[in-house]
Structures are given as structure tokens and as C-alpha cells.
């Protein structure tokens, strides 16, 4: 596999609004709503603190679900 410098797209606006909103629909299809602000400057941010709250959950009452999501959004 080629490498590949993910740096140089984490701050273009696009790559940004694609990335949540794939986010996004991978968590709805498990129920779990992920709110966006719209300001690409905050989302890593954004995403992050909803992120961990909904895995953290997971992890504390559903970890077969917790698989299926990650599995979905695939990560080993």
C-alpha cells in the first residue's frame, strides 16, 4: 500500500464536511445522533467530545453493538 499523508487534507474545508458527514451517517445507523456545527475550524473538536461519549458508552453496555459500529465505519 502507498503511503499516504492524510496532514495536508485535515484543514480543506471539503475533505472536512465529507468526514462528517460519513460521521454521521455511520452513527445514525446505529441510533446515535452526532451534532455538527457547521464551522469546519471546531469539528475535529466537535466530533471528538460526541464521539467518545457515544463509544465510552458502548464500551459500558454494548459491546457487540460497540463491534458492529466499528465495523461499519471500518476500523480493525
Request: hydrophobic residues 45%.
Amino acid at each position: 500500500m502507498e503511503s499516504f499523508d492524510i496532514e495536508i487534507y485535515k484543514t480543506h474545508t471539503e475533505f472536512i464536511l465529507q468526514t462528517v458527514a460519513q460521521i454521521r451517517k455511520d452513527f445514525a445507523m446505529f441510533g446515535m445522533q452526532i451534532e455538527f456545527t457547521g464551522t469546519a475550524d471546531l469539528a475535529y473538536d466537535e466530533m471528538f467530545a460526541q464521539l467518545t461519549v457515544h463509544v465510552s458508552g458502548l464500551m459500558d453496555t454494548n459491546l457487540g453493538r460497540l463491534n458492529a459500529l466499528l465495523y461499519q465505519v471500518d476500523v480493525n
